[in-house]
């Protein structure tokens, strides 16, 4: 059974980093990509980035000059370090992987950011 479990989010300041991590448990097959969603109270969901099995990656133009997304060489764990943040970045941060089937999401981590 594939499990997601993301972690490193919390508070921090206006300015500051984080990086997020997302642990993947169980085998994937056939991954086309994963990637990083995030979804503010009273707002729709947003995508942020995808890293895709050729290690391509994408990142949205609202936080490229921020963001970055990347992974482990044995692509169990995908990051997302999110630098400069600001208080908008406020929002639960959850990653998925989908293969050409099915698609996995973990719980998501808060991430608060005080101006």
């Known amino acids: 059974q594939v499990q997601l479990v993301e972690s490193g989010g919390g508070l921090v300041q206006a300015g500051g980093s984080l990086r997020l991590s997302c642990a993947v448990s169980?085998?994937?097959?056939?991954?086309?990509?994963m990637g990083w969603f995030r979804q503010a109270p009273g707002k729709e969901r947003e995508w942020l980035a995808l890293i895709a099995r050729d290690d391509t990656a994408a990142v949205a133009d609202s936080v490229k000059d921020r963001f970055i997304i990347s992974r482990d060489n044995r692509k169990i764990t995908v990051y997302l370090q999110m630098n400069n943040v600001k208080p908008d970045d406020t929002a639960v941060y959850s990653c998925?992987?989908?293969?050409?089937?099915?698609?996995?999401w973990g719980q998501g981590t808060q991430v608060t950011v005080s101006s």
């Open positions: 169980g085998r994937l097959f056939n991954v086309i990509d």
């Open positions: 998925y992987a989908r293969e050409s089937i099915n698609e996995y």
